[in-house]
């Protein structure tokens, strides 16, 4: 079974940074590729960054690259966002996923297990 839970968020200023941690305290984390997604209210959870199970390969949204550093630790069963020069865009609910089905990384139905959320809000 995979639970992942999010950790990380909180209140900043624009120009500041976080590094959100999801764990999976189940098993076969490193079976599978992840993703953060992010969400504001009446609107669609949009992707923000994924990567393989290896940790070989990543992919952003063009609204994270050169900004967000996604990475994993599978020793840890955690995967990680990295969030610098944060804007107040930035504010959302932020996800954490596990990729289950095949696809695009970046499609949030290819996804079967998400954490709860952890907010993110940006002050200007």
């Known amino acids: 079974q995979v639970q992942l839970v999010e950790s990380g968020g909180g209140l900043v200023q624009a120009g500041g940074s976080l590094r959100l941690s999801c764990v999976n305290s189940?098993?076969?984390?490193?079976?599978?590729?992840m993703g953060w997604f992010r969400q504001t209210p009446g609107t669609e959870r949009e992707f923000v960054a994924s990567i393989s199970w290896s940790g070989s390969s990543t992919y952003y949204a063009d609204s994270a690259k050169g900004r967000f550093t996604i990475s994993r630790d599978n020793a840890k069963n955690t995967v990680y966002l990295q969030m610098n020069s944060l804007k107040p865009e930035d504010t959302a609910v932020y996800y954490c996923a596990a990729q289950i089905r095949p696809g695009s990384s970046t499609a949030s139905g290819t996804y079967g297990y998400w954490g709860q959320g952890t907010q993110v809000t940006i002050h200007a």
């Open positions: 189940g098993r076969f984390f490193s079976s599978f590729g």
